[in-house]
């Protein structure tokens, strides 16, 4: 797996009981390394999930949802970027687009459209990578934390 942190794309979802997907697009640091790893450690309350679901497409995932805030960096403070750090930046609340609800998909096959796909079924995160068997999200984070290790070695 590539740590192309830059627009690394992902989906995160959740299957309902009729089998479809409600789910919200992220663009940066979709992979294992930074998506996978928050949802696994922060994202397995499926009230949470579902407020997470509610502020529609990100630019990018925090370990909480926070409150709206600025959107660019580069006009904020070093004081109000700590402050936001752990946050959810999302782009209807912090940049006022319009159209970045939820979606609904049919299938599992018809969500997973991005590099990256996250899938909360019956409570458990379940990984999409590329044309890759989808396998339990706590697996895959632990498969690549071994390989990391090893790569630094």
């Given at each position: 797996m590539e740590d192309d942190a830059m627009g690394s794309r992902s989906m995160i979802g959740r299957q309902n009981e009729d089998g479809s997907i409600e789910a919200i697009y992220c663009h940066f640091d979709g992979g294992l390394w930074h998506v996978g790893a928050l949802l696994h450690e922060h994202w397995n309350d499926p009230e949470k999930v579902g407020r997470l679901l509610g502020l529609g497409d990100l630019s990018k995932l925090g370990s909480e949802i926070g409150e709206k805030?600025?959107?660019?960096?580069?006009?904020?403070?070093?004081?109000?970027?700590?402050?936001?750090?752990?946050?959810?930046?999302?782009?209807?609340?912090?940049?006022?687009?319009?159209?970045?609800?939820?979606?609904?998909?049919?299938?599992?096959?018809?969500?997973?459209?991005?590099?990256?796909?996250?899938?909360?079924?019956?409570?458990?995160?379940?990984?999409?990578?590329?044309d890759e068997p989808p396998v339990p999200l706590a697996e895959a984070v632990v498969q690549y934390r071994l390989e990391e290790a090893q790569r630094l070695r």
């Open positions: 805030h600025c959107f660019a960096d580069r006009n904020t403070t070093a004081a109000e970027l700590e402050r936001v750090r752990n946050w959810c930046r999302a782009y209807g609340r912090d940049r006022g687009d319009e159209g970045c609800e939820a979606q609904r998909y049919e299938s599992a096959e018809a969500f997973h459209v991005a590099e990256y796909g996250y899938l909360l079924v019956d409570g458990r995160w379940v990984f999409y990578d590329a």
